[in-house]
């Protein structure tokens, strides 16, 4: 069956420091999320992305935060300089179809951990 | 804010019984409500969308149904197996890309 991919599943980074988060989503999909989760609260998304660019974001999405498909298959998160409350389970997620009953099929899951 | 809460927070259930636990969202604004299951250290797996006002939907032994007027919906699980011991979370869509998640209630099923 077919399955959202994210690598690292676990990346250590030092404050300030750059950091790139991969996903490859499923393949037929069209529509791209990224969402974290911090330890012990609740899932919060972050951006959605289609057609080569952002169609909605978060607060917590700012400046420091970026996306890309730099090719066909995968959708990267990028963190410019990461902060101490940067540490979190960051999650991809793909869907066929856009709106709100498309199913959104998850990744494992990236831990950063921000030293 | 939008506010989508679980509850229990965690719940312990003998191995063969029953269980059902809640999920409350807003009754305004709804588009559709997610029921996901989550092992530990695997992908969240969705379970169900739902998305009209009593809708009921079944995937073998669990079940789901929703009342969007009130704001809630309940998970069942008829029957429970020690693989049923996961994180369910649900999670609102209010028109927006993004879904709003609850805090997921923890179940462990005990043998």
Redesign the interface.
């Given at each position: 069956e077919p399955e959202v991919t994210q690598t690292p599943s676990h990346q250590v980074t030092q404050m300030g420091q750059e950091v790139i988060l991969r996903c490859v989503p499923i393949s037929n999909h069209l529509y791209f999320y990224w969402y974290r989760q911090i330890l012990g609260q609740k899932v919060e998304f972050l951006v959605s992305f289609y057609n080569n660019e952002i169609s909605e974001k978060s607060e917590i999405f700012d400046d420091q935060f970026s996306v890309e498909r730099p090719d066909g298959s995968n959708f990267t998160l990028k963190i410019r300089s990461t902060k101490l409350e940067d540490s979190a389970m960051y999650f991809c997620a793909s869907s066929e179809f856009g709106g709100e009953g498309s199913e959104q099929y998850f990744g494992p899951g990236t831990r950063l951990t921000v030293t | 804010i939008l506010n989508?809460e679980q509850s229990p927070q965690s719940l312990h259930v003998q191995e063969g019984d029953s269980t059902n636990f809640t999920c409350s969202f807003p009754s305004s604004n709804f588009?559709?409500l997610?029921w996901?299951r989550w092992e530990t250290?695997?992908?969240?797996?969705?379970l169900f969308?739902m998305?009209l006002n009593g809708d009921e939907k079944k995937k073998g032994r669990i079940s789901a149904t929703l009342n969007t007027k009130e704001g809630y919906s309940y998970l069942y699980i008829k029957g429970s197996q020690p693989e049923d011991s996961a994180t369910y979370?649900c999670?609102f869509?209010?028109?927006?890309?993004?879904?709003?998640?609850?805090?997921g209630t923890h179940l462990i099923i005990q043998p």
């Open positions: - | 989508v588009y559709a997610h996901y250290a695997k992908s969240p797996e969705a969308v998305t979370l999670a869509s209010g028109g927006a890309d993004g879904l709003t998640f609850g805090k």
